[in-house]
Nanobody
Framework: VQLQASGGGLVQPGESLRLSCVASGFFLDYYAIGWFRQAPGKEREFVAA????????YYADPVKGRFTTSRDSAKNTVYLQMNSLKPEDTAVYYCGLGRSPWDMDYWGKGTLVTVSS
């Protein structure tokens, strides 16, 4: 299985970014793709997830209403649209694949998101 996250960068508070995660090597219908993040000095935390087959989405409370995850089956890609970014959203963002939206079995390399003025 291969997972590749991309799209991170430096933005100012209130701006938006869209992360992408390309997944390959699995029959994705039985899995969820999750987004997690790890800020400096903190543990990795759940951000959002989508069940590939059912397209059911899940969000952590701090990002509800600001972040949206979706998938494009033709591209085997999951997106994390992040709006109204805050400095506390600064972290390395990872995408993962797992049977449960909150428990990933496989991880991709992270992409750094920095929100700063």
């Amino acid at each position: 299985v291969q997972l590749q996250a991309s799209g991170g960068g430096l933005v100012q508070p209130g701006e938006s970014l869209r992360l992408s995660c390309v997944a390959s090597g699995f029959f994705l219908d039985y899995y969820a793709i999750g987004w997690f993040r790890q800020a400096p000095g903190k543990e990795r935390e759940f951000v959002a997830a989508i069940r590939w087959g059912a397209r059911t989405t899940y969000y952590a409370d701090p990002v509800k209403g600001r972040f949206t995850t979706s998938r494009d089956s033709a591209k085997n890609t999951v997106y994390l649209q992040m709006n109204s970014l805050k400095p506390e959203d600064t972290a390395v963002y990872y995408c993962g694949l797992g049977r449960s939206p909150w428990d990933m079995d496989y991880w991709g390399k992270g992409t750094l998101v920095t929100v700063s003025s």
